[in-house]
């Protein structure tokens, strides 16, 4: 008998899907096929930018400087790496 009238839910389906996982389910959904190699990758990818763009804002908080939404973040890394 369940007391307190809650229903639980595997963790996968409690947490918020990235990007790139979203973008997955659209193509198979739609039909579409996938590289799983290539989407393992990208799921790397944007792992590694939302880390190095979390120390970024981080390091903009603790001197008091405009933290740039990520957009603006990765268009600095790009600037910067040209």
Known sequence: MNLNNTTTKPLNQ????TAVELFKLRLIQRGIGFNQKDF?????????QAQEYAEFAIRC???????LDFDGYMNLETFKSE
Do not use: H, L, Q
Not at 40 to 48: H, P, T
């Open 40 to 48: 393992e990758e990208a799921k790397e990818m944007e792992s590694k």
């Open 61 to 67: 908080d603790r001197e008091d400087m405009k933290i």
């Open 14 to 17: 409690n947490r918020m899907k």
